[in-house]
């Protein structure tokens, strides 16, 4: 949908809105070039300090990677399973708290929920620092899990409140990319540690969590004041009267229009939605191999010949390969409005990738192989989260849709961990073999949800022909007859 549709029908701006007298073209250049500096000034602020958040929240969850290489193990006296119980912990932290901190986001400002939640993951993350036990190690981790759950659920919530749904992909892509950059940054300065920074009394796996988790709680306490909420909240400083009604314009075009704090409706909308079925399967099927991926990689690519410390630098390459193909993978959905193509085509890389770490006892092909896995998983997060995002109205739906993607998906990571034992090393075929499964699963569940969403948007164009642009008011009445996406005009991403 353009910018010049979303501007039809112009009384969709109540006559509460304190911007109501700005004047703003309906179409034309002038409208374009507001649009065009609006949409670069949240490029240049929104996008990039949400991929910072991110990138810390993803280098604290994944350091304890790195950590034991550096000797997590015997420093905190770990035995038999207690590392992968450890790991497993912090998923269960994180599945339970995606549903409340979605409803938590419909009562505080994602500023501060966000701000929040990062002092206190950061405080989690350095305290492993003093874990001197698995009680302490799987205590830090829980509550870690618990609290880093309110970033990567509410950012595309907070993209949605911005962005039209054919502009997520890319700036979601960009969000989550840095989750790649936080695998291979974690990967160097695990290096730099375990080879420049030496320290009487604290061990490499000790500096390591404290270098990463005191950053995390500084950026928390600056996000609470800086992070923008909505379109509606942009400062005088940053826009102009005439992108913040735009900004507000093009929010509300994206079925941004109800404003209760929690509607019971779309609620239960949300848990009766068969796509959310679809989907969550879908992110069933990414969790695992991804999971077991992040925490491994630094392990499996020791135990193909490399020492403590090239291990921790051969790490990076996979990471840098993953963040090509995401962007490549997020900007062509976006240019083709297509969804589960893509979703499909990365899993099917990762399966390359897990063929060739399956079938091959030789480093080059693992290595290859590792690369091929990190490819095509990386890319299928804001793929996923773009796409649920698109096809929910409302926000209540959109963020239980969200946050049910999580919980499904972050509840079966903690298959991922449990898969890699050491009595299975080097080949891993146990590991390798699930991780295959599950990215084949992806690929079926994607593609026969892009079939039944296609042959759904042709139902709804022979019934009803090609169409129109849903007005504020319109998606409000959709909202408030418990109509949601199932709205004669509104067309699923596919």
Known sequence: MSDSEISEKRDHVSVEDPIDDVYVPDSGPERDAIVKRLKLKLDVRLVPYLALLYLFNALDRGNIGNARLAGLEEGTHLKGNDFYNALSLFFAGYTISQVPNMFILKKVTPAVLVGVTMILWGICSTSMAAAKNFSGLAAARFFMGIFEAGVGPAAPIILSFFYLRHELAWRTALFYGTSTFAGAFGGLIAYGVAKNLAHESLAPW??????????????????????????ETLERWFVTPQEKKVAIQRSRSGHNTDSSLLDKKQLLAAFK?????????????????????????????????????????????????????????????????????????????????????????????????????????????????????????????????????????????????????????????????????????????????????????????ELYGEPMPLTPQEQQEAIENCVYDDHPSFRYYI
Not at 213 to 219: A, C, H, Q, S, Y
Request: aromatic content about 12%.
């Open 206 to 231: 000790q500096l390591l969590f404290i270098i990463e988790g005191v950053p995390t709680i500084f950026l928390g306490i600056i996000t609470i004041f800086v992070l923008p909420n909505s379109p």
């Open 273 to 461: 939605d068969y796509k959310n079925i679809f989907t969550c399967l879908i992110y069933i099927g990414l969790n695992i191999p991804l999971a077991s991926y992040t925490s491994f990689l630094p392990t499996i690519v020791k135990l193909m010949g490399y020492t403590d410390a090239k291990a921790q630098l051969m790490t990076v390459p996979p990471y840098a390969c993953a963040i090509v193909t995401l962007l490549l993978m997020c900007w062509n959905s976006d240019r083709t409005q297509r969804r589960g193509y893509h979703v499909a085509a990365s899993a099917a890389i990762a399966c390359i990738g897990y063929i060739l770490l399956i079938s091959s006892n030789k480093i080059g092909a693992n290595y290859t192989g590792a690369c091929f896995v990190a490819m095509g998983l990386y890319p299928i997060i804001p793929l996923m989260l773009s796409w649920v995002s698109n096809n929910n109205v409302g926000h209540t739906k959109r963020a239980i849709g969200i946050a049910l993607l999580n919980t499904f998906g972050q509840c079966f990571a903690t298959v991922g961990t449990q898969i890699y034992k050491s009595k299975t090393a080097p080949r891993f075929f146990m590991g390798y073999g699930v991780c295959l499964a599950f990215t084949v699963v992806m690929i079926v569940v994607s593609l026969a949800l892009s079939y039944v969403l296609k042959r759904e948007n042709a139902r709804r164009d």
